[in-house]
């Protein structure tokens, strides 16, 4: 399992570096909910993390300019690495909500929920750029794979 979901979280790197570089690149023409949508992903890729490993989280929407987006990005990234490498999968975590609530599930449930949260999110933002008429990049997994 932890193999499948080095393999996963590469792939939404991978992307997520690709897609923030052409949002850069037409920074001019993107949607207005477009930076607070991708910052958004990226915030609750940091919550979920901060929750497994008990650090401080970001806000869910805060805002970020997409420099810092690609920067947390790639931060995301190494500790979801460590996590999958240091954790047993099984394991339960324990956590509040944003609004309090208190929640337990497996680190598998949480990194599967991380991996879904961004690839939806990352569809949207892909309608929207092609909304705007920007062409966007190719993110299916299989391209990834191929």
Do not use: C
């Given at each position: 399992m932890k193999a499948f979901?080095?393999?996963?979280?590469?792939?939404q790197h991978h992307f997520n570096q690709q897609l923030v570089?052409?949002?850069?690149?037409?920074?001019?023409?993107?949607?207005?909910r477009t930076i607070p949508l991708f910052s958004h992903v990226i915030n609750a890729h940091q919550i979920w993390n901060a929750r497994i490993v008990t650090e401080k989280a970001l806000g869910v929407n805060q805002l970020h300019t997409l420099e810092t987006c690609q920067a947390y990005?790639?931060?995301?990234?190494?500790?979801?690495?460590?996590?999958?490498?240091?954790?047993?999968?099984?394991?339960?975590?324990?956590y509040r909500t944003s609004s309090g609530a208190e929640f337990e599930n497996t680190i598998q449930e949480i990194l599967f929920h991380v991996s879904n949260h961004t690839t939806h999110?990352?569809?949207?933002?892909?309608?929207?750029?092609?909304?705007?008429?920007?062409?966007?990049?190719?993110?299916?997994?299989i391209f990834y794979k191929r």
């Open positions: 979901f080095k393999d996963i979280f590469e792939y570089e052409l949002l850069i690149r037409e920074q001019e023409w993107i949607s207005a990005d790639q931060s995301n990234h190494l500790r979801t690495m460590e996590i999958i490498a240091d954790s047993d999968l099984s394991q339960t975590i324990q999110h990352r569809g949207q933002i892909i309608s929207d750029l092609r909304q705007h008429g920007i062409e966007p990049i190719v993110t299916d997994y």
